[in-house]
């Protein structure tokens, strides 16, 4: 079950990684994302409140694959509503990545190159992009979102429902509040607050290439 693209992105990484170990059998998207056609790559698509009329909660388990949307509580939301539902969520690991903490939570998702140091504690539902990197000792909460190769140092601590922005830095220590929003090439070097909003300068256009003395 996921959004397009992201689910998209872990259906190729399932059928070409492990092709053996999992059996899909289809997406699961609430009635009102319902493709027209009625597939998706090439499997079935069915509305979230039927699905156990066709899959039992006992022979069958979910991947929830949903982004950061409203700072995810959408997967959030989701994630309660399968879990009430009775059935199991699943957990993905690459197998380029290295993940050297057992102490993750049900429906984590890493993409490829991820490092997850020795004695950090993950919670449920988190989600890492490719070279993303959690540091020793850290603990990470319930339903983050951790961009492409954003930095996260040691004995730090991110409570929930947070976004870790592509290339951001969280120095060693920090502990970022709840809904947190580090934007990308952030460097976080003390604690944040619950609702804030991070973000670096933004680049600008200095001049014109035909202003400067560089030969192309």
Do not use: W
């Amino acid at each position: 079950m996921g959004s397009l693209h992201l689910a998209e992105l872990l259906y190729s990484y399932l059928t070409s990684d492990s092709p053996e170990e999992y059996d899909i059998q289809g997406f699961v998207v609430e009635k009102n994302f319902l493709p027209k056609e009625g597939t998706f790559c090439g499997l079935s698509v069915y509305p979230l409140d039927c699905v156990a009329s066709k899959f039992s909660p006992y022979e069958f388990s979910i991947f929830v694959c949903i982004g950061y949307n409203n700072m995810n509580f959408v997967r959030q939301r989701i994630f309660e509503k399968i879990n009430k539902m009775g059935y199991p969520i699943l957990s993905y690991i690459h197998p380029s990545s290295m993940v050297l903490s057992n102490d993750y939570g049900v429906g984590t998702i890493v993409f490829p190159n991820v490092t997850i140091d020795k004695f950090s504690t993950i919670g449920k539902g988190n989600i890492f992009y490719p070279l993303s990197l959690l540091s020793h000792h850290s603990t990470v909460g319930d339903f983050n979102f951790f961009a492409v190769k954003c930095c996260v140092c040691g004995h730090v601590t991110i409570h929930n429902n947070c976004f870790i922005g592509a290339n951001s830095t969280i120095r060693n220590g920090v502990t970022v509040a709840d809904k947190t929003l580090v934007g990308a090439s952030s460097y976080i070097s003390k604690n944040t607050v619950e609702n804030g909003v991070y973000v670096p300068s933004r680049s600008a256009c200095l001049s014109d290439l035909s202003s400067l003395d560089i030969h192309l």
